[in-house]
């Protein structure tokens, strides 16, 4: 996806969309930091032309990057007011739960409804229910554990998600 995104960003460096789900993929690919220019930072700039929804959406992705985890949450949650069912303001809401809430004092597992309504939304979303599992490692509830570990090896793992998939098994 990442390949994709940088060719559509390259065919049209005002494509807004393009620098923001480029930002999206880079993260998910382990390598935010790999590109000589800051692909949120450029969807921001061209933002003028999109939905107020999909300009809230890059707000809050780029508020989560700089580690304000205050605004993030905030914008996701009026993206939600408006659009109870868009998934990826669930998604993302529920990753800066988990990823920030340790550094403000709060538990992860305040992400737990968020992971919950991704995966309601998006059963086969890995991320949301690798989230989930770790919750519930960290709960200790190996039931769950064990039940949401069981929908990860439908989804057909890489190597990599494995490895992380057995790791906390262990």
Do not use: C
């Given at each position: 996806?990442?390949?994709?995104?940088?060719?559509?960003?390259?065919?049209?460096?005002?494509?807004?969309?393009?620098?923001?789900?480029?930002?999206?993929?880079?993260?998910?690919?382990?390598?935010?930091?790999?590109?000589?220019?800051?692909?949120?930072?450029?969807?921001?700039?061209?933002?003028?032309k999109?939905?107020?929804?999909?300009?809230?959406?890059?707000?809050?992705?780029?508020?989560?990057?700089?580690?304000?985890?205050?605004?993030?949450q905030?914008?996701?949650?009026?993206?939600?007011?408006?659009?109870?069912?868009?998934v990826?303001?669930?998604?993302?809401?529920?990753?800066?739960?988990?990823?920030?809430n340790?550094?403000?004092?709060?538990?992860?597992?305040?992400?737990?409804?968020?992971?919950?309504?991704?995966?309601?939304?998006d059963?086969?979303n890995?991320?949301?229910?690798?989230?989930?599992a770790?919750?519930?490692?960290?709960?200790?509830d190996?039931?769950?554990?064990?039940?949401?570990?069981?929908?990860l090896?439908?989804l057909?793992?890489?190597?990599?998600?494995?490895?992380?998939?057995?790791?906390?098994?262990?």
């Amino acid at each position: 996806a990442a390949d994709a995104f940088t060719r559509a960003a390259e065919a049209d460096s005002t494509f807004a969309l393009a620098h923001y789900r480029l930002a999206l993929s880079m993260l998910w690919a382990d390598v935010p930091h790999t590109l000589p220019f800051q692909p949120e930072q450029r969807a921001l700039r061209h933002s003028v032309k999109l939905s107020a929804h999909d300009r809230d959406l890059i707000r809050a992705f780029i508020a989560w990057r700089n580690a304000n985890a205050e605004a993030a949450q905030l914008i996701y949650r009026q993206i939600l007011s408006m659009y109870p069912d868009d998934v990826e303001a669930w998604h993302q809401l529920a990753e800066t739960l988990f990823h920030y809430n340790p550094l403000r004092g709060r538990a992860s597992a305040e992400a737990q409804h968020a992971f919950e309504r991704t995966s309601q939304l998006d059963p086969a979303n890995w991320s949301a229910l690798w989230h989930r599992a770790l919750i519930a490692a960290a709960a200790r509830d190996w039931d769950e554990f064990d039940e949401l570990v069981a929908r990860l090896q439908t989804l057909r793992p890489g190597p990599e998600q494995s490895l992380e998939v057995l790791a906390v098994r262990a």
